[in-house]
């Protein structure tokens, strides 16, 4: 994947209370295949800070299907100082369940990665939530960092703006003592690309 700069932000993860830490949003595009991958993160994963990261992923011509969790979050994880990747079950989250891993960055570093993937819109979000410590990184505070992405822009894609109004559906809007959220807004969701206006799209 090559890194674009300065890209034209396609989704919105607003956190107030990670504003410290630093944000940063990055665009990147498979060099062949057209995939693109919308990356949003605060702070540093071998920081000290909370960090959380979130990728998401819209596979183009390369495309030739998702890996596994544990071998995903390896590939990602590699050269980092991070330990064993251990399988965490699920959690739920506004966009269905999310598969879960748990991994330690050092030795007083717990992080919660989390991947769902969804074949038929060729879409995967990817990410995870590190914080400093011994205790394990809740998982209420993650699903509602979650809760608040949301599409700005679908392009020609209308699947994807259906994809996000159906998930805004299931918003529970919560986060009441997170470092990570306040209680997140109401908003509607994206408006829907031209094509979408002219003939609604069925979801598969």
């Known amino acids: 994947m090559a890194v674009r700069g300065k890209p034209f932000p396609a989704f919105s ?3 107030p209370g990670l ?3 630093g944000h ?10 057209g995939g693109r991958q919308d990356i949003l993160s ?3 994963l071998e920081g000290a800070a909370p960090h959380l990261m979130v990728e998401i992923y819209r596979p183009g011509a390369e495309f030739t299907g998702f890996d596994a969790i544990e071998r995903e979050f390896g590939r990602l994880l ?9 399988p965490a079950g699920e959690m739920e989250t506004k966009f269905g369940a999310m598969s879960l891993v748990e991994f330690s960055v050092g030795p007083e570093r717990q992080c919660l990665g989390f ?3 969804y074949e038929n819109q060729t879409l995967q979000i990817l990410g995870w939530h590190c914080v400093s410590g011994s205790a ?3 998982r209420d505070l993650t699903a509602c960092a979650l809760d608040r992405l949301v599409l700005l822009a679908a392009g020609s894609e209308p699947n994807l703006w259906e994809l996000f109004a159906r998930a805004e559906l299931r918003r529970n809007f919560c986060g009441q003592r997170s470092h990570l959220t306040t209680p997140t807004p109401k908003l509607g969701p994206a408006a829907p690309p031209p094509e979408a206006k002219r003939g609604r799209v069925a979801s598969r």
Do not use: Q
């Open 13 to 15: 993860l607003p956190l």
């Open 19 to 21: 504003a410290e830490s």
């Open 24 to 33: 940063d949003y990055a665009l990147r595009r498979h060099a062949s295949g």
């Open 42 to 44: 605060w702070g540093a």
């Open 78 to 86: 590699e050269g980092s100082d991070a330990g064993s990747i251990r």
């Open 115 to 117: 991947v769902r993937a």
């Open 136 to 138: 394990p990184v809740e």
